[in-house]
C-alpha cells in the first residue's frame, strides 16, 4: 500500500511559478515511478510528467515541456513538480502517481489556478 500527498498548490497571476509536493509512504515505494497529472472542469485527466525509477529519465507533455520539470529528494520519498511561466491553461488539480509493474496509486490532488 502507497499513500501520496500533494501540497503546493494556490493561485497565482500568468507567468509565476509554483512548486508542488508529493510525500510518498508504503513498501518500496522508492522503487516506484512517480508522475504528475492534472484535470481541469469538464476535460479529462492528462499526463504531465514523468520520472522513471530505474534510471531517473524523465518524460513530459508537450504543453509543459521547457516549463515544468519533475525530480525527487536524494532519500525519493518526495517528489517534486517545478512550474515556471505559467499559463491560465495550466489551471487544473494535479495529482501525483505512483506505478508500480501492477499496481498505481494516486494521492488527492492539488489545486492550481492561474490567473490571465
Known amino acids: 500500500q502507497v499513500q501520496l500527498v500533494e501540497s503546493g498548490g494556490g493561485l497565482v497571476q500568468a507567468g509565476a511559478s509554483l512548486r508542488l509536493s508529493c510525500a510518498a509512504s508504503?513498501?518500496?515505494?522508492?522503487?516506484?515511478?512517480m508522475g504528475w497529472f492534472r484535470q481541469a472542469p469538464g476535460k479529462e485527466r492528462e499526463f504531465v510528467a514523468a520520472r522513471r525509477w530505474s534510471d531517473g529519465i524523465t518524460n513530459y507533455a508537450d504543453s509543459v515541456k521547457g516549463r515544468f520539470t519533475i525530480s525527487r529528494d536524494n532519500f525519493q520519498n518526495t517528489v517534486y513538480l517545478q512550474m515556471n511561466s505559467l499559463k491560465p491553461e495550466d489551471t487544473a488539480v494535479y495529482y501525483c502517481?505512483?506505478?508500480?509493474?501492477?499496481?498505481?496509486?494516486w494521492g488527492q490532488g492539488t489545486q492550481v489556478t492561474v490567473s490571465s
Open positions: 502517481n505512483a506505478a508500480g509493474r501492477y499496481q498505481g496509486y
Open positions: 508504503g513498501r518500496n515505494v522508492s522503487r516506484y515511478d
